[in-house]
Nanobody, 126 residues
Framework: QVQLVESGGGLVQAGGSLRLSCAAS????????MGWFRQAPGKEREFVAA????????YYADSVKGRFTISRDNAKNTVYLQMNSLKPEETAVYYC???????????????????WGQGTQVTVSS
């Protein structure tokens, strides 16, 4: 059974930083791409960042490029999202997800992922 557990959310002032972590189990982590998504109240869940199985390829939503960094530690079965220069409009629940298929490229659509964490709240105050 695949489990994804996010941590690291919290309250931060605008312009501040947070580092989210997602610990995975139940699947050969090093073979699968990972993604981060977020969902604000009343809005659709949206893509934030993704990293392929080898960490050689990363992808970002235009809105976070240059401020967020996704990384992974395959020895620890963990993916990270470093978020800098946070904005109030980025207040949301942040979710990690594991790609549906191993190897290859990793996608930015929700359908590309088949297991999700429970989410961690990020609140950015103005």
């Amino acid at each position: 059974q695949v489990q994804l557990v996010e941590s690291g959310g919290g309250l931060v002032q605008a312009g501040g930083s947070l580092r989210l972590s997602c610990a995975a189990s139940g699947r050969t982590f090093s073979s699968y791409g990972m993604g981060w998504f977020r969902q604000a109240p009343g809005k659709e869940r949206e893509f934030v960042a993704a990293i392929n199985w080898s960490a050689l390829r990363t992808y970002y939503a235009d809105s976070v490029k240059g401020r967020f960094t996704i990384s992974r530690d395959n020895a620890k079965n963990t993916v990270y999202l470093q978020m800098n220069s946070l904005k109030p409009e980025e207040t949301a629940v942040y979710y990690c997800a594991i790609s549906r298929r191993p190897w290859g490229l990793v996608g930015s659509g929700k359908a590309d992922y088949d297991y999700w964490g429970q989410g961690t709240q990020v609140t950015v105050s103005s």
